[in-house]
């Protein structure tokens, strides 16, 4: 019973390195950039109006999910109804309006850089760099 014991709390206290490994980006998202949101400390407090993704690009259309701190939006996209074309975390296209996007910048790091990316769960993720 005391070996059982021993060698459950070794296990238990033993490193699981897929447990620490977390996200990384595996390569650029080709054909987009990073951009951010630039909002007001209110905008940003406001959980009831968040800035959010639009399957279409219009005011009238419903809104699809709320967009992260940071977007990737197609390089050279066109401006329809002023919104930006960009996609989801799961690579799906949306829309975003172009109002509230400024280019990617850190105030507390101004040689900063962020690109879209690919995850290592495939999903979007975001490099950031100095």
């Given at each position: 019973m005391k070996l059982r014991n021993l060698l459950a709390?070794?296990?238990?206290l033993a490193p699981i390195p897929a447990l620490a490994a977390g996200l990384t980006p595996v390569k650029p998202l080709a054909g987009y950039t990073c951009m951010m949101l630039n909002?007001?400390?209110a905008q940003s407090m406001d959980f009831q109006h968040p800035v959010s993704f639009k399957l279409n690009p219009s005011d009238n259309e419903p809104d699809v999910a709320p967009v992260g701190n940071q977007v990737a939006v197609k390089t050279g996209s066109r401006i329809v109804n002023g919104y930006v074309e960009?996609?989801?975390f799961?690579?799906?296209p949306r829309w975003v309006a172009q109002k509230y996007l400024v280019p990617y910048h850190a105030k507390a790091d101004p040689s900063a850089t962020c690109a879209p990316a690919i995850m290592s769960n495939g999903h979007l993720g975001f490099k950031y760099a100095h």
């Open positions: 709390l070794s296990l238990a909002e007001t400390a960009t996609v989801d799961a690579f799906r």
